[in-house]
C-alpha cells in the first residue's frame, strides 16, 4: 500500500489510517447497542412503572434510534439506513416468532403427561364394570390416528394427481390468452378462498343424495378436503414449474425429446423439491382441519378403519371433542385433548420431515 506523503514528501508520523475499515462501527455495535438500550429501558421504566412487554417496545425504539445515529456519525447516511432497516426486518422476525414459539411451548406443557405409550396405541371411551357398576372413561387416540391417516391419504391420492397435472396443463401446454387456462386459473384462486366449512357441506349434501342421510364416512371426508388441496397443489406445483429454465426445455427438444418425456424426465425432476413442498403444504393445511370432518365424518369413539361405512374419528375433531363435549371425567377429557393437539403436531413434522427425505432422494445431483 501506498504512504500517504505529506506536502513537503515526508511520510507523516503515526498509524496511516487504513481507507477499508475507517469510518466503520466496530464489529458487534448492533449487541452492544442492544445491551445499552435494554438497560437504559429498564433504567426508565423503573420510575414509571416496569412491564415486559413496555420494556420489549421501548427497548427496540432506542436501539433502533441509537444505532441510527451512532452509524450516521461515524459511518454515512446510506450506512445508517441500512443498518435501521436491518433492526427493523429483525424485529419483525422475532415478533412473528413469538406466537409459533408460544403456541408451541402452551401444546408441549399441555400435552406431554398425556401424550403417553398407552394414549397412542389404545382405543379411548368408556368401560363398564358390571360387577362394581362403576363407569371408567378410557383415554386412547388409536381409532383418531387411523382416521386420521386414512382420510387424510385418500384425500392427498385423490389431490396430487389432480393438481400436478392440472398444473402442468397451464404451464407446459396451455396457451396464456385461451380460454380453458384464464377458466381454470379463475376457478383455483376461487376455490382457494372457500371456507372449509363450505367444502364440508358440500361432501356431507353429495352424499347425502347418493346413499341417504345421515351418509357419515371417511371418505366422505376426504373429498371434503380434497376441495381444499386441489387449489394449493395446482397454485405450488404451478410455480415451481414456472421457475424452471425454458432453456432445459429448449435443450432438450433440440436433441428430439419429445414434449412429454420433457416433462417427465427434465421439467418434473428438476421442480421436485418444490412440488414436494408444495403438496406437504397442503397436506399440513388439511390434516388439521375440524369443520369439514366433523360435518363428514362425524365422530366416535369406536374404532373403524373402514372409510366407506360409519363415522369416523381423527386426532383434530378429537380435540375438539373432547375439549367441547368432556365425558363425566372433565379433567381426563382436557388431558386427552392437550395429548390429541400435541400428536397432531408430531404427525405434522413427522411428515414433513418423510416429505424432505424423498425430495432429496429423488432430486437431480446437482441439486441434492
Known amino acids: 500500500m ?34 445499552g438500550a435494554l438497560a437504559v429501558s429498564a433504567a426508565v421504566l423503573a420510575m414509571t412503572g416496569f412491564s415486559i412487554v413496555g420494556w420489549l417496545v421501548l427497548s427496540a425504539v432506542v436501539y433502533l434510534v441509537g444505532l441510527g445515529i451512532l452509524s450516521t456519525v461515524v459511518e454515512n447516511r446510506r450506512k445508517a439506513t441500512d443498518r435501521v432497516i436491518r433492526g427493523l426486518v429483525t424485529i419483525a422476525f422475532l415478533l412473528a416468532l413469538i406466537p409459533l414459539v408460544s403456541t408451541l411451548i402452551t401444546v408441549i406443557v399441555g400435552g406431554a403427561p398425556a401424550l403417553t405409550w398407552d394414549f397412542i396405541t389404545k382405543t379411548g371411551g368408556s368401560v363398564f364394570d358390571p360387577k362394581t357398576l362403576k363407569v371408567t372413561v378410557v383415554t386412547g387416540a388409536w381409532q383418531a390416528i387411523v382416521g386420521t391417516l386414512i382420510i387424510t391419504g385418500i384425500a392427498a391420492l385423490i389431490s396430487i394427481p389432480i393438481g400436478i397435472m392440472a398444473a402442468i396443463y397451464l404451464v407446459e401446454y396451455a396457451q396464456p390468452k385461451q380460454w380453458m387456462a384464464r377458466v381454470v386459473t379463475f376457478l383455483v384462486d376461487v376455490m382457494t378462498g372457500i371456507p ?48 424452471v ?3 432445459l426445455r429448449e435443450a432438450s427438444y433440440a436433441l428430439g425429446v419429445t414434449k412429454f418425456s420433457t416433462i417427465v424426465r427434465i421439467v418434473l425432476p428438476t421442480a421436485i423439491a418444490g412440488i414436494i413442498t408444495g403438496v406437504m403444504l397442503a397436506i399440513s393445511r388439511v390434516i388439521g382441519e375440524t369443520a369439514p370432518i366433523f360435518i363428514a365424518a362425524s365422530f366416535t ?65 446437482g441439486l441434492r
Not at 498509524?15 to 448492533?30: D, H, I, M, Y
Open 301 to 365: 369413539d369406536n374404532f373403524n378403519a373402514n372409510p366407506f361405512n360409519g363415522p369416523m374419528q381423527t386426532v383434530a375433531v378429537m380435540v375438539y371433542t373432547d375439549y367441547k363435549f368432556p365425558s363425566q371425567d372433565i379433567a381426563s377429557s382436557y388431558q386427552s385433548a392437550w395429548g390429541a393437539a400435541l400428536l397432531l403436531v408430531l404427525l405434522v413434522v413427522i411428515l414433513n420431515l418423510i416429505a424432505r427425505i424423498v425430495a432429496r432422494v429423488f432430486a437431480p445431483k
Open 245 to 247: 429454465s425454458n432453456d
Open 196 to 243: 372449509s366449512i363450505v367444502a364440508g357441506l358440500f361432501a356431507f349434501s353429495l352424499f347425502t343424495l347418493i346413499v341417504g342421510p345421515k351418509a357419515f364416512s371417511g371418505f366422505s371426508a376426504s373429498i371434503a378436503l380434497s376441495v381444499l388441496m386441489i387449489p394449493i397443489v395446482i397454485r405450488s406445483t404451478e410455480e415451481m414449474l414456472k421457475l
Open 2 to 35: 501506498t504512504a500517504t506523503l505529506t506536502q513537503n514528501g515526508r511520510r507523516p508520523r503515526g498509524p496511516v489510517p487504513n481507507a477499508l475499515t475507517s469510518g466503520q462501527l466496530p464489529r458487534f455495535v448492533e449487541l452492544y447497542t442492544l445491551i
